[in-house]
């Protein structure tokens, strides 16, 4: 079965500077993507952005990139020049090609300080 | 675009009453999940429909919760009888098909139980 770990339950960082919050996963799967979602005080989940397994390329959206590292199972989010606006909990997710399955880690919180 | 829609936004019931929740999919989706969400357990995945067809209710917690999806448009989750132990947030997420593509999920719908 899959997992998904998100190992700091909390973070913070100034407004404007740059933070990056870690995922690992198990898989023996080859076919799978990773997602981040963000889920602010209105409880709305909101897709931050999307990689697929077999792209070595590290996705980007704007402010947000990952560093994805297939081989050490490893899905990090960086978010560069933070704003208060960023200030949610995060949450990784593996969805297994097979079966459609969204797996969550159980969520880090960040918080942006002015 | 419309996206998810669940409702009510807000359910307080007391225990032993039957709770409905509904959620309409984002339309031309074709797979729709049922999550729920506490601070315990974070977010679980419930039951998971693809061409309205349940296809994994593996995570459906006990036999007072059914959920159906009549139509490509609507599906409700039952909980009957309720307990203060299914308080939590209730989301209904959707995507074009499984297992390739990211899910979009509704508001939720916070359920309290008395």
């Known amino acids: 079965a899959q997992t998904v770990t998100q190992s700091q339950p909390e973070m913070s960082v100034q407004e404007a500077e740059t933070v990056t919050l870690s995922c690992t996963y198990d898989?023996?799967?080859?076919?799978?993507?990773l997602f981040w979602y963000k889920q602010p005080p209105s409880r709305q989940m909101i897709l931050v952005i999307r990689?697929?397994?077999?792209?070595?390329q590290n996705a980007t959206e704007n402010r947000f990139s990952v560093n994805f590292q297939k081989a050490a199972k490893s899905f990090s989010l960086k978010i560069s020049d933070s704003q208060l606006g960023d200030t949610a909990m995060y949450f990784c997710a593996f969805l297994s090609s097979n079966t459609g399955k969204l797996i969550f880690g159980q969520g880090t919180t960040l918080q942006v300080k002015p | 675009d419309a996206g998810v829609i669940q409702s009510p936004r807000h359910e307080v019931t007391e225990m032993g009453q039957e709770v409905t929740l509904r959620c309409k999919p984002i339309s031309g989706h074709n797979s729709l999940f049922w999550y729920r969400q506490t601070m315990m357990r974070g977010l679980e995945l419930l039951i998971y429909?693809?061409?309205?067809?349940?296809?994994?209710d593996s995570g459906m917690p006990e036999d007072r919760f059914s959920a159906k999806m009549p139509n490509a448009s609507f599906s409700t989750l039952k909980i009957q009888p309720s307990e203060p132990r299914d308080s939590a947030v209730y989301f209904c997420?959707?995507?074009?098909?499984?297992?390739?593509?990211?899910?979009?999920f509704g508001p939720g719908t916070r359920l309290t139980v008395t």
């Open positions: 997420a959707s995507s074009l098909a499984l297992g390739d593509y990211e899910q979009y």
């Open positions: 990689q697929e397994a077999y792209k070595q």
């Open positions: 429909f693809n061409n309205n067809v349940p296809i994994d």
């Open positions: 898989t023996s799967e080859n076919n799978y993507y």
